[in-house]
Every structure is written in C-alpha cells, then in structure tokens.
C-alpha cells in the first residue's frame, strides 16, 4: 500500500501562490506517476498536473499551463505543485493520486492511490 498526505492549501487572493505537498509514504517503488487532481463544489474531478518519478516530467491541463508548476523529491518521496496567479476559477479540493508503472494517463479512475485531499480557495 502507499499512503498520500497533502498539505500546504489555504485561502489566497486572487493573483496570490500556493504551494501544495504530497507526501508519500509505504511502498512507494511501487509507483510509477504521480497527479494532482481537483474537485470543484458542483463539479467532476479533474486533472490538474502530473509528473514521473524517474525522470521528472510533467504534464499540465491546459487551464493550468503556464501558471502550475509540479516537481518532486526522490529522495523525500515528496511531489509538489506551485501555483501561481490564482484565479477563482482554481478554488476545489487538491488531491494527490499515485500510478503503478505504465503510461501517463489524465484519467483519475487510473490512479491507483489517493490522498484525503486539500481545501485550496482564491477569493476574489
């Protein structure tokens, strides 16, 4: 098993930062990928942003591109996502997701672990 904990969400304003954490714990060879997705209230979830442990490759939503940054830390087996001029529109629950080796997928049902989550709200 692999546990996932977040941290690191708030209230910001609009324009504001935040940086969000993931740390991952258990049997994190495991995994291969890992994702950040969100739920707005009313909404479906969404993906936001990926990364590769290996090689440290990241994948964004178009809605976040250029505004998000996810990296992570092999030797904390910690991932992380900058965000940047928030917008309201980028209010929801963060969620961290973990993927057992195979291709990239933006499909959250794919994932195969996830973590409680992270309130994240941009007043404007």
């Known amino acids: 098993q692999v546990q996932l904990v977040e941290s690191g969400g708030g209230l910001v304003q609009t324009g504001g930062s935040l940086r969000l954490s993931c740390a991952a714990s258990g049997r994190t060879y495991n995994t291969a990928i890992m994702g950040w997705f969100r739920r707005a209230p009313g909404k479906e979830r969404e993906f936001v942003a990926g990364?590769?442990?290996?090689?440290?490759?990241?994948y964004y939503a178009d809605s976040v591109k250029g505004r998000f940054t996810a990296s992570r830390d092999n030797a904390k087996n910690g991932v992380y996502l900058q965000m940047n001029s928030l917008k309201p529109e980028d209010t929801a629950v963060y969620y961290c997701a973990a993927r057992r080796p195979g291709s990239f997928v933006t499909t959250a049902e794919l994932y195969d672990y996830w973590g409680q989550g992270t309130q994240v709200t941009v007043s404007s």
């Open positions: 990364i590769n442990w290996s090689d440290g490759r990241a």
